[in-house]
């Protein structure tokens, strides 16, 4: 479902990835953990093309990102959904209008039928009776779960989230990780996680990859990396996190 192929990146001289190579399976669920600045959200942000990478291939779905032309980008772009750390809903737009604005622009639903499928989503993540306030009268974890509606009104193959909790006060965490892990069982959607709630992590991921220097230095099953890692540096990672 996805796939990175030597995968480079640099700022300036500052080589973020090195020849990356990782794939994701169709419905599987992946999350990357490792130190801060060892390119975890530039991966994430390459398949949302915010970023393009400087060598290498990365493909969705069957389709090629990059390098591809910018029809064929955009139509593996389509696939996808990232949910951010700071929710990057749009301020001066109703919780209604921040999930039909994509749907009716990008993929062209009328407005009607972009609300129906806003007002499901609102129902999942229990806010329907707030479909009218702006953004900033909601919590944080309330504006977290629409962002999540958000995603999937677009409804991706590949669902992005970057420490979608780190931003939350640590009463509103449990919410919106519950949420995840119900869209991780209920649905056949991809999802590539980064995260620092390590049980979560361990709860829905089928596979843990541990990031370092722009490599993945070591991956596997949850449950092995987090008892019995390899690396001394995913040891001494797990050991400054847990
Ligand atoms: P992580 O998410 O794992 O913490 P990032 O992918 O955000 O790491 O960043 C990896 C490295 O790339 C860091 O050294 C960061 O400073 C650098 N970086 C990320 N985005 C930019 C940018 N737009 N310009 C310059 N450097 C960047
Ligand atoms: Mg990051």
């Known amino acids: ?15 973020v990835l090195d020849d990356l190579c990782m794939s994701v399976r169709p419905g599987r669920h992946v999350t990357l953990i490792g130190p801060s600045g060892s390119g975890k959200t530039t991966i994430l942000r390459m398949l949302m093309t915010l970023e393009r990478p400087d ?3 990365i493909r969705v779905n069957g389709s090629t990102l990059y390098p591809a032309g910018e029809k064929e980008r955009r139509e593996a772009r389509r696939k996808i959904g990232m949910v951010f750390q700071q929710f990057n809903l749009f301020p001066n737009m109703s919780v209604l209008r921040n999930i039909t604005e994509a749907p009716v622009r990008a993929l062209g639903l009328d407005r009607d039928e972009a609300e129906a499928r806003a007002l499901d989503l609102l129902d999942l993540v229990g806010l329907k009776d707030r479909r009218d306030a702006r953004p900033n009268q909601l919590s944080g974890g309330q504006q977290q779960r629409v962002a999540i509606a958000r995603a999937l009104a677009m409804r991706p193959k590949v669902l992005l989230l970057d420490e979608v909790t780190s931003a939350l006060d640590p009463e509103l965490v449990a919410g919106v990780l519950d949420l995840l892990r119900s869209i991780a069982t209920s649905t056949d959607i991809t999802m590539l996680c980064v995260t620092h ?6 709860d829905i991921s089928d596979e843990v990859l ?3 220097s722009g490599k993945v230095i070591e991956s596997g099953a ?6 019995d ?9 797990l050991g400054a996190v847990l």
């Not at 479902?1 to 080589?15: A, C, P, S, W």
């Not at 709630?197 to 361990?202: G, L, P, S």
């Not at 890692?229 to 990672?237: D, G, K």
């Open 1 to 15: 479902m996805v796939e990175l192929r030597d995968v480079t990146k640099r700022f300036g001289d500052n080589t």
């Open 55 to 57: 060598s290498g291939t």
């Open 197 to 202: 709630e390590m049980t979560f992590a361990r």
């Open 210 to 212: 541990m990031f370092d």
């Open 222 to 227: 949850p449950e092995k990396i987090f008892s």
């Open 229 to 237: 890692p390899v690396h001394e540096r995913t040891r001494e990672f």
